[in-house]
């Protein structure tokens, strides 16, 4: 998966993190200096980058079972869905008992850590900002879970990481004053993108089935001849 097309989901799609993050980032003090800055955000793409290691793991093992064909469809499939019905996964994510569990605790450790001070508090913080419910990162882990190796799952997610900070930094520090650099627009091409990435990973899963379709096709059109 083109890394460039991780970085323009989280660039377009960051709009969402500044309304969904930003007052959160704020009321834990994420932006009481650049480096308490800093600190929240490693801990979030820290977040990112072990999700994508994880799925780039289940890629590789998809890849050595000869499956990862059918990955790729059917997580290309899912990608563009969300993307043409503007659908949210993790609203449907949160439908279930056991991750409203795990987020109720997430939300317990992260009260902890806001009532403390240090870098390490706001390192701590920002890893549980990156576990928290957010469709746009689950369809960037989707589209990960195609790159074939925990490195390349984990620079996917890199690179979605860092296409979020310019507007949520620039929301940190500029406020409200943002909005008048007109991010709003970026949000108009979000589903572009998701699109995008999805027909990339259909794609993706097709071709891999060609090679032995079209050695199929050669041998019945030019059948071997003894000469």
Known sequence: MELSIAFALGLTGSLHCVGMCGPLMLAMGAGN????????????????????????????????????????LVSGGL????????????????RQPWFARFQLRLRGVAATFAAQGGLRAKLVLGAC??????????????????????????????????????LLLGSLFLGRRIVRLGPDRLAAFTPYVIGLAGLLLLWRGWTAYLPNDFYNFQQLAFPPMCH
Do not use: E
């Open 33 to 72: 200096g650049l480096r308490s800055a800093l600190a929240y955000q490693t801990g979030r793409i820290g977040v990112y980058l072990l999700l994508g290691a994880l799925l780039g793991s289940l890629g590789l093992g998809m890849q050595l079972w000869n499956a990862q064909s059918t990955v790729a």
């Open 79 to 94: 990608l563009v869905a969300f993307a043409v019905l503007r659908l949210d996964p993790g609203k449907l994510l949160a």
């Open 129 to 166: 900002n990156g576990l928290l419910p957010c469709g746009l990162v689950y369809l960037a882990v989707i589209a990960a879970a195609n790159a074939g190796s925990p490195a390349k799952g984990a620079a996917f997610m890199l690179a979605f990481g860092l296409g979020t900070l310019p």
